[in-house]
T-cell receptor, first 113, second 115 residues
Framework: SQTIHQWPATLVQPVGSPLSLECTVE??????LYWYRQAAGRGLQLLFY??????ISSEVPQNLSASRPQDRQFILSSKKLLLSDSGFYLC????????????FGSGTRLTVV | GESVGLHLPTLSVQEGDNSIINCAYSNSASDYFIWYKQESGKGPQFIID?????DKRQGQRVTVLLNKTVKHLSLQIAATQPGDSAVYFCAENLAWGGSNYKLTFGKGTLLTVNP
């Protein structure tokens, strides 16, 4: 069966420090992958999506970047975190072309202090 | 469109009552809709879906209604329980190229069930 893993679950980082959040999917190949951010009490904001290795599309210009070095690995990064980067980060995947919606990971709670 | 920058609407119900959560979607070309449930500190989980060629679909204690004329979606939860307390998101599926689709999420509604 397919599973999605995100880590770490929680993270407290100082302003100006770098960030690396990782997401991996198991049990499928060539998925579409997504990074979402959710501020406290807010909805879901799509940050990046990827349809294949090295293919990244950005939805919102910001302090973050994403990479897909392997088929089932999606990484969210920042060189220098801002206070406004705090939030709940969610990775999601879907079977390409199957049109059945996304499966979300358990999320990473990032607090920038 | 995607829900950013706005506080979530809230719905408070008594345990055992029925809950109705509403959602307006944006694109008349959307042909697939999903309801997600997000508990505090967790990722959204699939509840129920419906295709545009249907106007009603039932699951266990949940029913989704689709009104394409007014682009409205609703989720009905029967005999609401404390475990139903969560944020509920609707999502519409839009084609964005080839065989790829992108989910666009609604604002979300915070459901609180009072014992």
């Amino acid at each position: 069966s397919q599973t999605i893993h995100q880590w770490p679950a929680t993270l407290v980082q100082p302003v100006g420090s770098p960030l690396s959040l990782e997401c991996t999917v198991e049990g499928t190949s060539n998925p579409n992958l997504y990074w979402y951010r959710q501020a406290a009490g807010r909805g879901l904001q799509l940050l990046f999506y990827s349809v294949g290795i090295g293919q990244i599309s950005s939805e919102v210009p910001q302090n973050l970047s994403a990479s897909r070095p392997q088929d089932r690995q999606f990484i969210l990064s920042s060189k220098k975190l801002l206070l406004s980067d705090s939030g709940f980060y969610l990775c999601a995947w879907e079977v390409k072309g199957h049109h059945y919606g996304y499966t979300f990971g358990s999320g990473t709670r990032l607090t920038v202090v | 469109g995607e829900s950013v920058g706005l506080h979530l609407p809230t719905l408070s119900v008594q345990e055992g009552d029925n809950s109705i959560i509403n959602c307006a979607y944006s694109n008349s070309a959307s042909d697939y809709f999903i309801w997600y449930k997000q508990e505090s500190g967790k990722g959204p989980q699939f509840i129920i879906d419906i295709r545009s060629n249907m106007d009603k679909r039932q699951g266990q204690r949940v029913t989704v209604l689709l009104n394409k004329t007014v682009k409205h979606l609703s989720l009905q939860i029967a005999a609401t329980q404390p475990g139903d307390s969560a944020v509920y998101f609707c999502a519409e599926n839009l084609a964005w190229g080839g065989s790829n689709y992108k989910l666009t999420f609604g604002k979300g509604t915070l459901l609180t069930v009072n014992p």
